[in-house]
């Protein structure tokens, strides 16, 4: 063997065993049966969870296909918010199955085209056998937020709590992400708040900590704080004098806000210690440095404009007309938090998951927000049966397909065959039984029956109906999840030297 193929299958080599050992860090955490993986730091700190994206980031990692496979599993969760653990399965598998084809002798560019044909014709097979949901009040969605929430009844039922509480239409709205109204917290009580959750405290001790009524909130987009002057122009007789003019028309205009009646001021930056304390003397609540995201939905659901601090300026009757109003503001001194019900915009779903303790504060919330996701994406494009039935139904129909191809491009498509695979394989395995002989009984039952649907009860090893079970999974986390793993497998598989880069030098 030349030198130059022996450094070729080292690099091969190299780059499987890097893509093996992503794909062993989470592989055991996937399906109902599935176990913890514990990340310790090397100050003793520990989390602990089963959620394969979380597992990917913290994890210690140096190889530059193992960072490149990771980066495309963060693509997934930031688009579906789902699926990462089995889009890593996919993704190794045609990785793994491809380098050794190649070590085969197949060529990279007939295994390349016989992949992205493969990618292709299961996305399409795969919307085939996709069933849409018609309404939040069909009960496969819950099953969608049970089966994505880890089998927490508690947090499948939060998530649906707050699905119909935001309501249909926006959860079809592309650019709403519900994911994002969900919040773990430390001793706090699990609940859906008809509201907006502020993750900062009052100002002062002495404003007040619950307002209830038909109360005035401002929101103000800007610090609440007077107008500054540059350090060179304060030096100045001239610039001293409007410095002191400007302090004084900003009390004005504290005073002017106080006469309006509001009731709450939320900043998205700080306050001025003389508005403070001038607002505090007038009994309104103010809150400062509220994260922006918060701000706008605070806005939208008290049906308040967002203001500028210039808008001060304005007659006290227009100030009222940019006010949003709110039924009930409850601080919590507890938690340091701010919660706002009852606004008159629009409806506004806040999902609380409370969390006995810190260390379970983050895989809790990441559990309700993948179940959250999952339900919205559900909604938007329809469910396939989970367990990896439906992975296996297309694996099977891809199997006759693949000869459209011609020559040794089908040894690519086989890598998409194998993949398709591989989700069932490993949650078989994670429930203890063989699986291959499984994978057989499957393949057999669905073409015997002509049900797409029947996979592998993990409780039973026995062959169910898991759609008519509730065990489902949304198509789109199904579709992009495919894509993922096809677009990384095709760049790591297009490598063929990894050079080390010089070090930046400045001239």
Same mark, same amino acid.
């Given at each position: 063997m030349s030198e130059q193929r022996e450094q070729k299958f080292d690099l091969i080599e190299n780059n499987t065993n890097a893509v093996r050992?992503? /794909?062993?860090?989470?592989?055991?955490?996937?399906?109902?049966?599935?176990?913890?993986?514990?990340?310790? !730091?090397?100050?003793g700190n520990v989390v602990?969870?089963?959620?394969?994206?979380?597992?990917?980031?913290?994890?210690?990692?140096?190889?530059?296909?193992?960072?490149?496979?990771?980066?495309?599993?963060?693509?997934?969760?930031?688009?579906?918010?789902?699926?990462?653990?089995?889009?890593?399965?996919?993704?190794?598998?045609m990785v793994i199955t491809g380098l050794e084809q190649v070590k085969k002798g197949v060529p990279v560019a007939q295994v390349l085209t016989g992949l992205r044909y493969g990618v292709k014709e299961a996305c399409r097979l795969m919307e085939r056998e996709a069933v &849409?949901?018609?309404?939040?009040?069909?009960?496969?969605?819950?099953?969608?937020?049970?089966?994505?929430?880890?089998e927490d009844t508690s947090i499948a039922s939060l998530i649906m709590e707050g699905a119909?509480?935001?309501?249909?239409?926006?959860?079809?709205?592309?650019? +709403?992400?519900?994911?994002?109204?969900?919040?773990?917290?430390?001793?706090?009580?699990?609940?859906?708040?008809?509201?907006?959750?502020?993750?900062?405290?009052?100002?002062?001790?002495? /404003?007040?900590?619950? $307002?209830?009524?038909?109360?005035?909130? /401002?929101?103000l987009d800007d610090a609440l704080e007077q107008e500054e002057l540059n350090s060179s122009a304060l030096a100045t007789e001239s610039g001293f004098q409007q410095y002191l003019v400007l302090k004084e028309e900003f009390k004005t205009n504290i005073q002017k806000l106080i006469s309006t009646?509001?009731?709450?001021?939320?900043?998205?930056?700080? %306050?001025?210690?003389?508005?403070?304390?001038?607002?505090?003397?007038?009994?309104?609540?103010?809150?400062?440095? %509220?994260?922006?995201?918060?701000?706008?939905?605070? =806005?939208?659901?008290c049906g308040a404009k967002m203001l500028k601090r210039t808008s001060l300026q304005k007659s006290a009757e227009e100030l009222k007309k940019q +006010?949003?109003? *709110?039924?009930?503001?409850?601080?919590?001194?507890? $938690?340091?938090?701010?919660?706002? &019900?009852?606004g008159r915009g629009k409806a506004m779903a806040t999902i609380l998951v409370g969390a006995t303790t810190?260390?379970?504060?983050?895989?809790?919330?990441?559990? =309700?927000?993948? =179940?959250a996701a999952s339900v919205q994406s559900a909604l938007?494009?329809? &469910?396939? =049966?989970?367990?990896?039935?439906?992975? &296996?139904?297309? *694996?099977?129909?891809?199997?006759?397909?693949?000869?459209?191809?011609?020559? /040794?491009?089908?040894?690519?498509?086989?890598?998409?065959?194998?993949?398709?695979?591989?989700?069932?394989?490993?949650?078989?395995?994670?429930?203890?039984?063989?699986?291959?002989?499984?994978?057989? !009984?499957?393949?057999?039952?669905?073409?015997?029956q002509q049900n797409t649907h029947l996979s592998i009860n993990c409780d039973t090893g026995r062959i169910d109906d898991l759609y008519i079970s509730g065990v489902v999974d949304p198509l789109y986390v199904k579709l992009h999840g495919l894509k993922t793993a096809g677009e990384v497998a095709e760049a790591i598989l297009r490598i063929n030297i990894i050079v080390k880069k010089k070090e930046y030098q400045q001239i």
């Open positions: 050992a992503v /794909m062993t860090a989470v592989e055991s955490t996937i399906g109902p049966k599935g176990l913890d993986t514990m990340l310790v !730091d090397q100050a602990i969870t089963n959620d394969g994206v979380t597992i990917l980031n913290l994890m210690e990692v140096s190889h530059p296909v193992a960072r490149m496979l990771i980066h495309s599993i963060n693509a997934q969760q930031d688009a579906v918010g789902d699926g990462t653990t089995t889009a890593a399965l996919m993704a190794g598998e &849409l949901v018609g309404s939040l009040d069909t009960g496969q969605l819950y099953n969608i937020a049970y089966v994505a929430g880890r119909r509480l935001i309501g249909q239409e926006k959860l079809l709205d592309s650019g +709403f992400r519900f994911s994002q109204q969900v919040h773990a917290v430390e001793g706090a009580d699990s609940e859906v708040l008809n509201g907006v959750y502020i993750t900062k405290e009052r100002l002062t001790r002495q /404003m007040p900590l619950e $307002l209830q009524g038909d109360l005035k909130v /401002m929101v009646g509001v009731q709450a001021v939320f900043a998205d930056r700080g %306050v001025d210690d003389a508005a403070a304390e001038m607002l505090e003397e007038a009994g309104v609540l103010v809150v400062a440095r %509220v994260p922006h995201r918060e701000l706008e939905e605070l =806005a939208e659901h +006010f949003g109003t *709110a039924s009930n503001i409850i601080g919590s001194e507890k $938690l340091h938090s701010i919660k706002v &019900l009852g810190g260390e379970v504060v983050g895989e809790k919330e990441r559990i =309700a927000k993948d =179940a938007q494009r329809g &469910l396939v =049966a989970g367990g990896g039935a439906a992975e &296996l139904a297309v *694996a099977r129909q891809l199997e006759q397909n693949k000869n459209a191809l011609s020559g /040794m491009a089908v040894f690519g498509a086989d890598c998409v065959i194998a993949a398709l695979k591989k989700p069932f394989m490993q949650i078989v395995t994670n429930a203890g039984f063989n699986p291959l002989e499984k994978l057989g !009984d499957v393949h057999r039952a669905q073409e015997l």
